[in-house]
T-cell receptor, first 111, second 114 residues
Framework: EDKVVQSPLSLVVHEGDTVTLNCSYEVTNFRSLLWYKQEKKAPTFLFMLTSSGIEKKSGRLSSILDKKELFSILNITATQTGDSAVYLCAVYSSNTGKLIFGQGTTLQVKP | KAGVTQTPRYLIKTRGQQVTLSCSPISGHRSVSWYQQTPGQGLQFLFEYFSETQRNKGNFPGRFSGRQFSNSRSEMNVSTLELGDSALYLC?????????????FGEGSRLTVL
């Protein structure tokens, strides 16, 4: 059965810290991996990764995919209180045509 | 450019009733997909519609159904509601389809079943 597992499930850091969120997957016919940020209701798109080893970067956020080891990481540097949210990882399987989400990592950034 | 609009935002139903939720995608987007989000199960895929055709379906019972209209607006229906159907129902739109990556989510419809 296809599955996506995120770790840790939650973490608390202080402003200025750097955090690394993990996402591992077992999905048949992997097509892409996506990261979303969910603050209150609507998840917002962060990155889509399809190729191994190519880092995607947006400001203080960056992500990379390892297709051999079947995982991705999301890094946030110099965290701010506005980074507090649930971060969702999802993998698209071209075999099933479904987007499979992990449980999410709840990040709390304290002042 | 207006975002994805879901209605109603909140609703309360009792067991056995049915409910219809609506989703208006971003103008020009032809794909609408639906997800159920619960604390225990996280986000789970319900189905995707593209140009009025159901493209894919998740592992939910037949009580969950949907459709898409010619203007790309979509509705999902849940019949014979159960307590376990209480959840946040999110829809997402994209131009070329959920498999192409970037999905734009609505703020969801929070359903409580008593």
């Amino acid at each position: 059965e296809d599955k996506v597992v995120q770790s840790p499930l939650s973490l608390v850091v202080h402003e200025g810290d750097t955090v690394t969120l993990n996402c591992s997957y077992e999905v048949t016919n992997f097509r892409s991996l996506l990261w979303y940020k969910q603050e209150k209701k609507a998840p917002t798109f962060l990155f889509m990764l399809t190729s191994s080893g190519i880092e995607k970067k947006s400001g203080r956020l960056s992500s990379i995919l390892d297709k051999k080891e079947l995982f991705s990481i999301l890094n946030i540097t110099a965290t701010q209180t506005g980074d507090s949210a649930v971060y969702l990882c999802a993998v698209y399987s071209s075999n099933t045509g479904k987007l499979i989400f992990g449980q999410g990592t709840t990040l709390q950034v304290k002042p | 450019k207006a975002g994805v609009t879901q209605t109603p935002r909140y609703l309360i139903k009792t067991r056995g009733q049915q409910v219809t939720l609506s989703c208006s995608p971003i103008s020009g987007h032809r794909s609408v997909s639906w997800y159920q989000q619960t604390p225990g199960q996280g986000l789970q895929f319900l189905f995707e519609y593209f140009s009025e055709t159901q493209r894919n379906k998740g592992n939910f019972p037949g009580r969950f159904s949907g459709r898409q209209f010619s203007n790309s607006r979509s509705e999902m229906n849940v019949s014979t509601l159960e307590l376990g159907d209480s959840a946040l129902y999110l829809c997402a739109s994209s131009y070329r389809g959920a498999n192409t990556g970037e999905l734009f989510f609505g703020e969801g419809s929070r359903l409580t079943v008593l």
